[in-house]
């Protein structure tokens, strides 16, 4: 069965910092894809970031990129320039090209503090 | 294009009662799932409908049904109402399934 492990349940930085939220995923499948999705204070689920497995490229997204180390099972999210609006709960998901259900972490609190 | 919409986006129940949510996916996605998050259990897939069959099916009891109508929409059952069935519940949407999905605002289910 595939997991998704996200090892830091809260995290706090200071604004224009940047910060790395961690990532581990158990899976046997070698075609899927990996997501970073932000949920702020409102609930909406917003996608941040993804990454398809057999791409070796690691994806970013303006301030947000991704290192993916596939043979580690590891997918980490970095965002530079920290800014108050990213306050929010992260989760790092997994979906396989043979499955239509996304795994989710149990999710990191990230506080963006002044 | 419009996003996925969810109605109602908050609705309260009583135990033994039962609801029924319903998703509206973006436009040409045939793809829907349904997810619950809950502060102890945290996201967990219910099911996924493409093409008005569900295609996938989470560990959830058969209180939780759902199904998918011609045009992709989708609603939602849950018989039976049980405390522990209040949650938020997330529908996304997607093209084919098993790739992104993008999801609506949520129904906040309270169940008293």
């Known amino acids: 069965a595939q997991t998704v492990t996200q090892s830091q349940p809260e995290m706090s930085v200071q604004e224009a910092e940047t910060v790395t939220l961690s990532c581990t995923y158990d899976?046997?499948?070698?075609?899927?894809?990996l997501f970073w999705y932000k949920q702020p204070p409102s609930r909406q689920m917003i996608l941040v970031i993804r990454q398809e497995a057999y791409k070796q490229q690691n994806a970013t997204e303006n301030r947000f990129s991704v290192n993916f180390q596939k043979a580690a099972k590891s997918f980490s999210l970095k965002i530079s320039d920290s800014q108050l609006g990213d306050t929010a709960m992260y989760f790092c998901a997994f979906i396989s090209n043979r499955d239509d259900k996304i795994i989710f972490g149990k999710g990191t609190r990230l506080h963006i503090l002044p | 294009k419009a996003g996925v919409t969810q109605t109602p986006r908050y609705l309260i129940k009583t135990r033994g009662q039962q609801v029924t949510l319903s998703c509206s996916p973006i436009?040409?996605?045939?793809?829907v799932s349904w997810y619950q998050q809950t502060p102890g259990q945290g996201l967990q897939f219910l099911f996924e409908?493409?093409?008005?069959?569900?295609?996938n099916k989470g560990n959830f009891p058969g209180r939780f049904s759902g199904r998918q109508f011609s045009n992709s929409r989708s609603e939602m059952n849950v018989s039976t109402l049980e405390l522990g069935d209040s949650a938020l519940y997330l529908c996304?949407?997607?093209?084919?399934?098993?790739?992104?999905?993008?999801f609506g605002p949520g129904t906040r289910l309270l169940v008293l």
């Open positions: 899976t046997s499948e070698n075609n899927y894809y």
């Open positions: 409908y493409f093409s008005e069959t569900q295609r």
């Open positions: 996304a949407s997607s093209s084919q399934g098993g790739e992104t999905q993008y």
């Open positions: 436009s040409g996605h045939r793809s």
